[in-house]
């Protein structure tokens, strides 16, 4: 494996997305909540596989999808996370590598499968998501690579991937590996349910070991349990030194050392699907982060990479992100 630097490593559920087009009636047959992320077991999901219509395969999970994207904009990005050896790893190996990031997790034999989310994408394109995690939250601290990391400038964690104390264990170990060669950390909270489950040790984890925290409105509020968007951003800005936050169509609002930035979202008509948005919104941003480039610059690529997705189907950006970013007059560095 080459020593070189890298721009981005992430850590998170190694996950094989199966995108498919439906409508309201066939989400309210199979007692699908509109919108919402159910977790469920691998009979669920090939059940609901085999009912759909048409779909298409690719390797997903947040972090993935973000490390994708820095790669997509011209960076150096690596993952770590999860898969076993059978069909769905062998796509998720080829198909990351394919998107040209560094990736040498060590499949598993035996046991649990890989994990797979079948994301059923209605006309308006909301998306429900039917996810088996498989063997992915099995990652433990055997599945960090210190030299990867070593080599990142900055590390990336997936809050979804929080759910298993052997898991936090690995984030606490990666992150420990990349302070100590002075190289930043991000976080983000993924979810808000994930927040509800995991409230304070995210704020443990935030305090000790975030440069960099990722979230949403929604996200965001329930860390801090409030009601005030305002008073959960300014909070956030106390904990990290660096903070993006997201409003969907109202944009973001990022901070850093004392500066505040207000980056409006790019209009996108008709919206086709939203799956990824958030991952592709921090893709941006850690890109901009990693080559040193104004705050505000790097929540333009943000945005310019969250539109990107929602304008067609998958968390994978058809376009070219890095032509796209220079063809709007933004900076790559």
Known sequence: ?????????????????????????????????KGFTTLCDAETVTRLYEAAGPTVEASGGSAANTIVGVAGFGGTSAYIGKVAEDEFGRIFQHDIRA?????????????????????????DGERTMHTFLGVSPELDGDDIDADLIARAKILYLEGYLFDRPQAQEAFYRAA????????????????????DRHRSAFRDIIKSEVDILFANKAEILSLFETDSFEGAVANARDMAPITAIT?????????RDGEIVEVPAVPVAPVVDSTGAGDLYASGVLYGLSR???????????SLAASETIGQIGARPRAN???????AGLSLG
């Open 99 to 123: 998107a040209g990031v560094t990736y040498e997790t060590v499949p598993k034999s035996g046991g649990a499968p890989t994990a797979r989310s079948l994301i059923l994408v209605t006309p």
């Open 292 to 302: 040193d480039l104004p705050l505000a610059t790097c929540g333009q690529l943000g």
């Open 321 to 327: 992100l890095k032509e796209r970013a220079q063809d």
């Open 1 to 33: 494996m080459s020593a070189s630097p890298l721009d981005v490593v992430g850590i998170g559920n190694a996950i094989v997305d199966i995108l498919a087009q439906c409508d309201d009636a066939f989400l309210k047959a199979h007692g699908s909540e």
């Open 247 to 255: 409003q969907s169509e109202d944009g973001s609002v990022l901070s």
């Open 176 to 195: 420990a590996i990349a302070r100590d060669v002075g190289r930043k950390v991000a976080l983000t909270l993924s979810d808000g349910f994930c927040v």
